[in-house]
């Protein structure tokens, strides 16, 4: 389910080892610029994998404040060959942005536990690390990259990494 990154740092701060157990095994963090433009200088550096190419729409659960996908497939999406990333509804990953295609690209997950990311030909394409990605050419994507599809960018977090950044920001 799609949350705010607030909600996350709280059940974190609450129930760490609950939390962790929970977590499915990748993650993806959406962030607005107007929550980077609002932040002290100091904290926008640490901040760095939070931010986006533009400020492409705001998200619907939030003005301003990050985003957590899951990267999960969803039970009613019967695309077989893994997790979708699109603009319409019957994506795993739903990025409602007039630059994402309905169906842009997917993310598989090897059996040694990496993921790969596909783009499905889609018209903006799909780019990990800066990249664009040849459409149906799966590449290899690892904790903290930084991916865009359309115009959308967001960062790829394995659960380790991601929680490795929510201890960050509660502080020592």
Known sequence: M?????????????????????????????????????????????????????????????????IVFPVTKNQENAFGRGITVGRTGNNDVVLDDGTVSRFHAWFQREPDGRFVLTDAGSKNGSFVGGVRLTPRRPSPVVDGTRLRFGQVEVTFYLASGFTKVLARRLGP
């Open 2 to 66: 799609v949350e705010l990154l607030s909600l996350h740092i709280s059940r974190f701060q609450r129930e760490r080892a609950e939390y962790e157990r929970a977590l499915p095994p990748a993650l993806l963090v959406f962030s607005p610029m107007p929550a980077l433009a609002q932040m002290p200088a100091d904290e926008d550096e640490e901040l760095h994998h939070f931010r986006t190419l533009t400020n492409v729409s705001t998200p619907m659960l939030g003005v301003g404040e990050p």
